[in-house]
């Protein structure tokens, strides 16, 4: 399994985008930068996707993606929760900002099936097994551990804490893309938004070390643009505390 970095940021500039995953090509774990970041082809390449929540840098993308593929002989499928694809249909294909491609464009096929899931409930999407697995923020999210082939990587989606259930969860994953926004300055502002900032995480992996539990290669994203810096310095800080590695994702990284 092949998974490459679309985006490992909170924004979208020239040289970042938001965070976004795509496996082998063919399954995307969020749709935030999958049009500003792939091709043509490797838009009608895309599959799957699996939807964190709603929030706009996460969804963004979907429409221009279904657009894009909208003479594909076959549908994308889309997957989250039912509150989820509720409100990207009601406010990001609401039929007036951009058409409901979940229907279709002049009597054509639809480019998206949606599909809702369930936290807990293990799903099969394409060859992979998909488990949700609920996270810590303040619209209804699931993390995803997607495993093929005995390899088993897990995303947490934006999250403020929990991730002992990705620890512990009978598939736990080997690699384990997290959520750090924030630097510790601005912990307030994470508590309140429900991200992580290097500290909670550290409270976090301590936890999970205590318990006993073996720790995935953690991969941090979804950083705060305006303090990279800042978060990657305590970052730094984490591992030496607690004599983990930790591997901050970049765009373009690819994790096989
Ligand atoms: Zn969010
Ligand atoms: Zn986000």
């Not at 080997?174 to 630097?183: A, E, I, S």
Request: glycine share 8%.
């Amino acid at each position: 399994m092949q998974v490459r970095v679309l985006g490992a940021h909170n924004l979208e500039t020239k040289e970042t985008h938001h965070t976004c995953f795509l496996i082998d090509g063919v399954l995307a774990i969020d749709a935030g930068s999958l049009a500003s970041t792939l091709g043509a082809d490797e838009q009608r390449r895309v599959s799957a996707v699996l939807l964190t929540h709603l929030h706009f840098d996460h969804a963004r993308d979907l429409p221009t993606l279904g657009l894009a593929t909208i003479d594909e002989p076959t549908a994308i499928d889309v997957f989250s929760e039912q509150r989820t694809l509720d409100s990207v249909r009601a406010h990001l294909l609401d039929g007036e900002v951009y058409p409901d491609l979940t229907r279709g464009l002049n009597e054509g096929p639809p480019s998206f099936n949606f599909h809702a899931l369930t936290e807990g409930e293990r799903l099969s999407v394409l060859r992979y097994d998909v488990d949700p697995v609920r996270a810590d923020h303040p619209v209804p999210t699931v993390g995803y551990i997607v495993s093929a082939n005995g390899t088993r990587v897990g995303f947490s989606g934006d999250t403020g804490g929990k991730l002992l259930s990705f620890f512990t969860h009978e598939r736990a994953p080997q690699v384990l893309f997290v959520d750090v926004t924030f630097p510790d300055r601005l912990a307030e502002r994470a508590r309140r938004s429900k991200h992580l900032t290097p500290s909670t995480l550290q409270r976090e992996l301590a936890e999970a070390l205590e318990a006993g539990v073996k720790l995935p290669r953690i991969v941090p994203v979804h950083r705060s643009l305006a303090h990279e810096s800042e978060v990657l310095k305590e970052l730094a800080l984490v591992e030496s505390a607690l004599g983990v590695e930790l591997e901050p994702g970049y765009e373009n990284m690819v994790v096989a």
